[in-house]
């Protein structure tokens, strides 16, 4: 996910996949799948893997890539419906494996 986020020629392809406007390799399918259940059931039947993937991908989008933003909610949630559970969604953090305290911080 990385490597397509940090790479718009690779990110478009699946952009124009989640809203119907190119064609969608496997992966684009699968990630579509992901994107509509995380905007609109807070990636309820996603692995955590798949929520943190996810999460990625639309915050990227969010913030990167308005317009597309844009079209996406237009296509997902029209009626603003969605917005209550995909923003809570969107600001949780992932942390797998990561301690619930900043000890790095912490100086004697």
């Known amino acids: 996910v990385d490597e397509i986020i940090g790479n718009r020629r690779l ?50 989008i969010r913030t990167n890539e308005e317009e597309y933003w844009k079209q996406m909610i237009s296509k997902y949630d029209p009626e603003g419906q969605y917005q209550s559970i995909y923003e809570p969604f969107l600001a949780a953090e992932d942390q797998p494996d990561q301690p619930t305290t900043d000890d790095a911080s912490t100086s004697s």
């Open 11 to 60: 990110l478009l392809p699946y952009i124009k996949c989640i809203l119907d406007k190119g064609r969608c390799t496997p992966e684009g399918k699968e990630l579509k799948v992901h994107i509509k259940d995380a905007m609109q059931t807070a990636c309820a039947k996603c692995t955590p893997l798949q929520k943190q993937k996810a999460r990625q991908v639309v915050k990227h």
